[in-house]
């Protein structure tokens, strides 16, 4: 029973999970709305599993991992999704809320991020009188949101905040690295190859087109530079 070991000796064998947990275990935190299944408001969880308590032979617990709405506090605190339903004013008379907590609770467990319509569906078998139900979706909404915040990756210290730009290689050049046409007499005749490397029969190396040899003025190569002919291979 949230966490520790409950023993109830003096139980009739017919009595639901909600009665033995109100009457002889003393966690009134689960109502009797209707003792009929139809409500919510008497909803924990058995083994994970989210039941109506009222339905629930007490006898079929015996041995089971059972979840109230008192175990949702952590430390002394209520849980993110019982101040966000305080908060979003989904807290009106309070009679259906431990059901409704135990019921968004086990719907983020199952599903992190439910879309409106997800959290209506999840919600239906929660009947509340009072609040309209408008509160209780935003504060499933705000759960999700604080939940992905508090788990979103931290942004690298080094390019936070500065704007990347991608450099785009120039025709021909194989790789990233200024472009061909930003460098000065990128068009102009190029000299012959030193070593015969563009002399290639037919003068396919020699055509003048800036792109295989090192244009004059070029500089000396960049930690970027990459030295790749026209046709791709390595020079
Ligand atoms: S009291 Fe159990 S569903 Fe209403
Ligand atoms: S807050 Fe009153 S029944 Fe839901």
Not at 17 to 45: I, P, T
Not at 69 to 87: I, N, W
Not at 187 to 205: K, S
Not at 213 to 233: E, F, L, R, V
Request: charged share 20%; hydrophobic share 30%; aromatic share 4%.
């Amino acid at each position: 029973m949230n966490g520790s070991d409950r023993r109830v000796a003096d139980a009739w064998i017919g009595e639901s999970l909600l009665y033995v947990l109100r009457e002889r275990l003393g966690l009134a935190g689960a109502k009797d709305g209707c003792s009929q299944g139809e409500c919510g408001a008497c909803n924990v969880q058995v083994d994970g599993r989210l039941v109506a308590s009222c339905l629930v032979p007490a006898v079929t617990a015996a041995g089971t991992e059972v979840r109230t709405v008192e175990g949702l506090a952590k430390d002394g605190q209520p849980s993110d999704v019982q101040r966000a339903l305080a908060r979003c004013g989904a807290v009106q008379c309070g009679f259906c809320v431990p059901g409704m907590a135990m019921t968004v609770h086990d719907l983020l467990e199952g599903n992190p991020a439910p879309s409106e319509l997800e959290t209506r569906q999840a919600l239906c078998g929660n009947l509340c009188r009072c609040s309209g139900y408008r509160g209780v979706v935003q504060a499933v909404q705000e759960v999700v949101a604080e939940r992905e915040a508090a788990h979103a990756p931290e942004p690298e210290a080094d390019t936070a905040g500065e704007a990347r730009i991608p450099q785009q290689a120039g025709p021909g050049s194989g790789g990233t690295g200024p472009s061909a046409f930003e460098a000065p007499g990128a068009f102009d005749t190029p000299p012959p190859a030193p070593d015969g490397y563009g002399d290639m029969p037919g003068g396919y190396g020699d055509t003048p087109d800036g792109y295989h040899d090192t244009p004059p003025g070029y500089g000396a190569p960049g930690p970027h530079d990459q030295h790749y002919g026209q046709d791709g291979g390595q020079a």
